[in-house]
Antibody, heavy 126, light 109 residues
Framework: QITLKESGPTLMKPTQTLTLTCTFS??????????VGWIRQPPGKALEWLAL???????RYSPSLESRLTVTKDTSKNQVVLIMTNMDPVDTATYYC???????????????????WGQGTVVTVS | EIVMTQSPATLSVSPGERATLSCRAS??????LAWYQQKPGQAPRLLVY???TRATGIPGRFSGSGSGTEFTLTITSLQSEDFAVYYC???????????FGQGTRLEIK
């Protein structure tokens, strides 16, 4: 059974650096074809993808936020950490981490679909 | 960046009827599209990936179709638990990246 849970501060001040931890179970980030992503959702708004870390240490970031984001993984602790610098009130949102699985179709494989999500953690910047 | 546009923004349908939700990509994304359902206060739930493959445990009344730039999520015989917000997500080449649509709210008529 795959589970994920986000943890971190709930209230931040502008310009501070956010550090969120995703602690997961039921899978390993050492396993070929696995990824963990971060997605956020401002109140009443749509989902926004932030970052994705893969089993092979490849990290991908949203182009619009790449300069502010860092994702690291600790496979021994089953954790993924998201760091976002220079927080602003517009970054107020629920932040989710999610498991990405691999599927193959038409000769290519993808690891960019999120089949298990954490409950989310609310971060307010004020 | 590939922009995903969902329509309508809000859809009112009676229980037991069919709902058809649309998602359009600003450029071709082949079949690299997923659909998610989100209920208030909950995390999104994966429904469909690869444009038409139902995720594990998803009822057969949910079906996805389309390729290229036009995609549809159809829900037949709507149940009370199906009223929620639905998002499409594209995951075509890197870059541009993963992007979500703005969502369609499915409400009870």
């Amino acid at each position: 059974q795959i589970t994920l849970k986000e943890s971190g501060p709930t209230l931040m001040k502008p310009t501070q650096t956010l550090t969120l931890t995703c602690t997961f179970s039921g899978f390993s980030l050492n396993t070929n074809g696995v990824g963990v992503g971060w997605i956020r959702q401002p109140p009443g708004k749509a989902l926004e993808w932030l970052a994705l870390v893969f089993w092979d240490d490849d990290n991908r970031y949203s182009p619009s936020l790449e300069s502010r984001l860092t994702v690291t993984k600790d496979t021994s602790k089953n954790q993924v950490v998201l760091i976002m610098t220079n927080m602003d009130p517009v970054d107020t949102a629920t932040y989710y981490c999610a498991h990405a699985f691999r599927y193959c179709s038409g000769g290519t494989c993808q690891v960019r679909v999120f089949d298990h999500w954490g409950q989310g953690t609310v971060v307010t910047v004020s | 960046e590939i922009v995903m546009t969902q329509s309508p923004a809000t859809l009112s349908v009676s229980p037991g009827e069919r709902a058809t939700l649309s998602c359009r990509a600003s450029q071709s994304i082949s079949s690299k599209l997923a659909w998610y359902q989100q209920k208030p206060g909950q995390a999104p739930r994966l429904l469909v990936y690869g444009a038409s493959t139902r995720a594990t445990g998803i009822p057969g009344r949910f079906s996805g179709s389309g390729s290229g730039t036009e995609f549809t999520l159809t829900i037949t015989s709507l149940q009370s638990e199906d009223f929620a917000v639905y998002y499409c997500q594209q995951y075509y080449n890197w870059p541009p990246a993963i992007t979500f649509g703005q969502g369609t709210r499915l409400e009870i008529k």
